[in-house]
């Protein structure tokens, strides 16, 4: 399940954010979650996973009728394609008529979860 970032959810947003490669300072991080609270089309959603625990974020930037991830972080122990395919299936149930994209980082975990929404659930 998604929420919406909130500043009491600002200790959750950072760890996970810590756990990318480029992001790997309190400043970088600052930074990062910045970038997203300068534009109101830029937002940062949390993941809980199947157990309800934080297990992931998505930063995302809509434009016009798409949707284009820039981050796309789950905590180490649930990294697995069904995760990101449940977290992008609940992304896209918060958003239904939006096309959902990757950037260049997201681009192979979105081509596969669309390719498993084509050929059945994962």
């Not at 309800?52 to 981050?71: A, C, F, K, P, T």
């Not at 395919?85 to 997201?106: A, M």
Request: charged content about 25%; hydrophobic content about 35%; some cysteine.
């Amino acid at each position: 399940m998604l929420y919406q970032y909130r500043k009491d959810y600002q200790k959750i947003t950072m760890g996970l954010f810590s756990l990318v490669p480029d992001l790997q300072n309190v400043d970088l991080v600052s930074q990062e979650m910045t970038w997203y609270a300068d534009k109101p089309n830029r937002m940062i959603y949390l993941w809980k996973d199947t157990h309800h625990n934080w297990s992931g974020l998505v930063g995302v930037e809509i434009e016009s009728n798409q949707l284009l991830i820039h981050r796309l972080v789950l905590a180490p122990p649930s990294r697995t394609q069904e995760n990101y395919n449940r977290l992008l299936d609940d992304l896209q149930s918060l958003y239904p008529k939006t096309k959902i994209i990757g950037g260049f980082e997201t681009k192979q975990i979105c081509t596969r979860w669309e390719q498993s929404k084509d050929y059945g659930r994962y």
